[in-house]
């Protein structure tokens, strides 16, 4: 294959550092040279409206996709939760990079943690999946949307708008402003999204001498992992408008996986939980115990809590 490509890349902060460290890899790595193409996607420009309600994760990787089909690019690179459960015919995800943290955090100028903020304190998130988590916790606090990429949303609470807000770990910790956390939630206090923390690389299906290439990236223990929270995801519909959580962690050889799905308008319902683990050493295994956490939260009445 050629030593030369193209990385398609949004152009936050947050994505350019993700598509330079990828570049940096596939240099050190691969001997692979690559020059960065930015563009702007839908996703990044409509700032007004939740996700959920203008067309979900799909929004931040289509134009990204459209570079790939065209030839103008031959890789994505993107967050893996910002991609969605089920790529369009024609591109495959060729490698899942080593997780960072995979945990959310609790940014504030005045508070160190939840515990501490005061009764009806305002917090900052439009994540269906926090906030639903958030208030089944603490259901005296007020939620407000909080759109816009990391520098955007920490601009808004410098401003004061809010008492706190939401955001993953990682993203905050890979642009160094891992001194805006202060403290960090235990995945079991608010379990984080299929593929939080994680990258992956998109490329399209026809181009095997990249994929055999890019695999030599991936990290096998992040991939499954990942594999099986995003397949918790597809068997309920995949949808960003569900607050669905889903995480899985190694422990002893075996993959345990936890999910926890809330109610999209009734915040307050209980959440659904779920828990499976099973050794697993394949995609295929690790897909399986996702459709099998998602069969539990179905027993639980799952039904009730989805799109109809
Ligand atoms: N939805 C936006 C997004 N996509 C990836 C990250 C952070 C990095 C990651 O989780 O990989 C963020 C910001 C956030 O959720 O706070």
């Known amino acids: 294959m050629t030593t030369s490509i193209t990385i398609a890349t949004r152009e936050s902060r947050l994505a350019l550092w993700q598509a330079e460290h990828v570049q940096a890899r596939l240099a050190d790595e691969l001997g692979i040279t690559a020059a960065l193409l930015g563009m702007t996607t839908r996703g990044d420009q409509i700032l007004d409206r939740t ?73 900052g998130s439009s994540s269906l999946r926090r906030v639903t988590q958030l208030l089944s916790v603490r259901p005296d606090l007020r939620v407000e949307p909080l759109r816009g990429n990391l520098d955007t949303r920490l601009r808004k609470l410098d401003e004061g708008g809010y008492h706190a807000i939401l955001l993953a770990a990682a993203g905050l910790k890979r642009l160094g402003l891992g001194h805006r956390v202060r403290s960090v939630f235990e995945v079991d206090q608010m379990l984080p999204c299929a593929g939080q923390g994680a990258l992956g690389l998109e490329i399209r299906s026809d181009d095997a001498a990249l994929a055999q290439a890019l695999a030599r990236l991936a990290h096998l223990p992040t991939w499954l992992a990942c594999e099986a929270e995003r397949a918790v995801s597809r068997a309920l519909g995949g949808s960003c408008s569900l607050p669905l959580a889903a995480h899985a962690r190694w422990q002893d050889g075996a993959l345990h996986l936890d999910a926890a799905l809330g109610h999209a308008e009734w915040h307050t319902s209980p959440l659904l939980r779920a828990a499976v683990a099973g050794t697993v050493d394949t995609v295929d295994a690790a897909r399986a115990l996702g459709q099998q956490a998602a069969s539990r939260l179905r027993e639980l009445g799952a039904g009730q809590y989805l799109p109809v």
Do not use: C, Q, W
């Open 51 to 123: 996700l959920s309600k203008i067309g979900g994760k799909g929004l931040f990787v289509k134009e990204l996709e459209t570079a790939l089909a065209e030839g103008r690019a031959h890789l994505a690179v993107h967050s893996l939760k910002d991609v969605p459960m089920e790529l369009p015919e024609g591109f495959t995800l060729a490698a899942v990079l080593e997780r960072e943290d995979p945990r959310d955090a609790f940014v504030s100028n005045d508070y160190a943690s939840l515990a501490e903020l005061p009764e009806g304190a305002v917090v």
